[in-house]
């Protein structure tokens, strides 16, 4: 415990805003949030839907760190793995592990209010409508403009940017002195497709999996949520002859969803008009360093902002939460230090994960309907029953290993994927599979 309760400012209330603030408090700091939204938990407004959530073993153990995991485990939906559909509507499925592993579908409001809940009741602050208008680095004190005064400064012991990937403390830290920034938007954009439940409240598609329609250049996809609904999301280009530009009334959309996704199409009749009914988002990978300046520093998106391809936003920003958690129990109170440090340990496996995430993008949209990719996967799955230790599919470390790091899983799936590379160039290899030398590739890791 802190000798003197020392006052922490955390900028953002999302999802790892509000862990964050959990394991601030529990070491018996005092714990400041503010966030420029409303508070979602009062707000009478729609709050606008976003992509549902893959919850998986990095997040997980985050939560159950503080004593959140079994809750929230009981409104989350299993799902087992992939099913993609074609343009004919025949189904192919992929697990995503071995029996027993799978991932989980949240709603991002949902758990983001348990958060909140949680946080507030061991005695966080939250304050809403507050905008930060800058960061002075020096005096770690934060201008904040409330939406019905003047701007207010407040200074604290330390400052924690939590605000996601267009940060105000980071926007702060991009004016000064050898502070490196990039950002690169993809060419793509989503939009929210909602797939109802049917007449009696039920599931229209198998509830325990993601389901994706691969259409080579772009995808659509959909995750369970508790209501027996899916969400769809449209991942397509901006620009070009097959692109959000490209349509422009909702007969145009009503007929390209009809083509393209016809057993989708006719389990969401309200489609066309959630496709015209809101502008396209964007998507965009951020990177920076340093993270920290003095005794003020950056985490989750606003420090390392992904696509969403690898499900791994959210189970990222929760590690580094857990990880900072680590270092405030060996480094109390010495903020610069801590702060070091943690960039350090942490930016390796963040820009791997976003690499690894730009990566799934092309796999999920090009190959998962691809013969030599499911064999692959075939093969790759053979190795893993076979060898458990010594070869774990790449996804699989990812997801389900937290214990490897995600710069130490994106270098053995490299080393795996030279391998395979070369397996599928054997003759025959299409009938001849199974009687491949299994041990002899796995000695090849």
């Known amino acids: 415990m802190p000798s003197v309760k020392q006052h922490i400012a955390i900028a953002g209330a999302g999802l790892v805003g509000s862990l964050l603030s959990i394991y601030l408090i529990k070491h018996g700091y005092k714990v400041s949030v503010f966030e420029r939204r409303l508070d979602m938990r009062q707000a009478t407004n729609d709050r606008g839907r976003s992509i549902n959530l893959a919850l998986s073993n990095r997040g997980l153990r985050a939560l159950e760190e503080v004593g959140l995991a ?32 799978y991932i989980n579908s949240v709603s991002r409001s949902n758990l983001n209010i348990v958060l909140m809940n949680y946080a507030e009741s061991l005695g966080v602050e939250f304050y809403f409508n507050q905008r930060i208008v800058s960061v002075d680095f020096d005096t770690t004190t934060l201008t904040l403009q409330p939406a019905t005064s003047y701007p207010q400064l407040l200074s604290f012991d330390a400052i924690v940017g939590a605000d996601g990937a267009f940060s105000a403390v980071r926007s702060s830290m991009q004016i000064t002195d050898r502070f490196n920034y990039e ?8 939009k929210e497709l909602l797939i109802p439940a049917d007449a009696d409240g039920r599931f229209q598609l198998e509830k325990n999996t993601l389901h994706i329609w691969p259409r080579e250049s772009f995808m659509l996809i959909a995750l369970p949520n508790p209501d027996g609904s899916f969400t769809g999301t449209l991942f397509f280009p901006f620009e070009g002859t097959r692109s ?7 007969q145009e959309v009503d007929l390209f969803l009809k083509e393209t996704f016809p057993d989708a199409y006719v389990l969401m009749p309200g489609a066309a008009a959630d496709f015209m009914s809101v502008s396209p988002s964007s998507l965009v990978t ?5 993270w920290a300046k003095n005794k003020t520093m950056l985490i989750g998106d606003a420090a390392h902002a ?13 590690e580094d939460a857990r990880v900072f958690n680590q270092l405030l ?16 340990m942490r930016k390796p496996h963040t820009d791997a994960i976003a690499d690894l995430a730009l990566d799934n993008f092309i796999e999920m949209r090009d190959l998962v309907a691809n013969d030599d990719f499911l064999l692959r996967k075939k093969m790759e799955a053979r190795l893993h029953e076979l060898y458990p230790q010594k070869w774990i599919p790449l996804y699989s470390m990812v ?6 790091s995600y710069a130490e899983a994106q270098r053995i799936g490299q080393k795996q994927k030279q391998i395979m590379d070369e397996v599928m160039q054997i003759p025959g290899i299409k009938t001849n599979w199974m009687s491949l030398d299994f041990e002899a590739i796995v000695s090849k890791l």
């Open 244 to 250: 959000f530009s490209a349509l422009k009334t909702k």
């Open 286 to 290: 951020v990177k920076c360093f340093p």
């Open 306 to 318: 992904i696509v969403p391809f690898f499900g791994q936003g959210m189970n990222a920003g929760f």
């Open 399 to 404: 997801t389900f290993y937290e214990d490897i």
């Open 329 to 344: 129990a060996d480094h109390t109170n010495d903020w610069p230090r801590m702060f070091s440090q943690f960039q350090q």
């Open 183 to 190: 950002q690169n938007y993809i060419a793509h954009g989503y």
């Open 70 to 101: 079994e809750e929230l485990k009981k409104v989350a939906i299993p799902m087992h793995g992939r099913t993609m559909h074609d343009k004919n509507g025949q189904l192919t499925f992929q697990p995503y592990g071995k029996k027993g592993q």
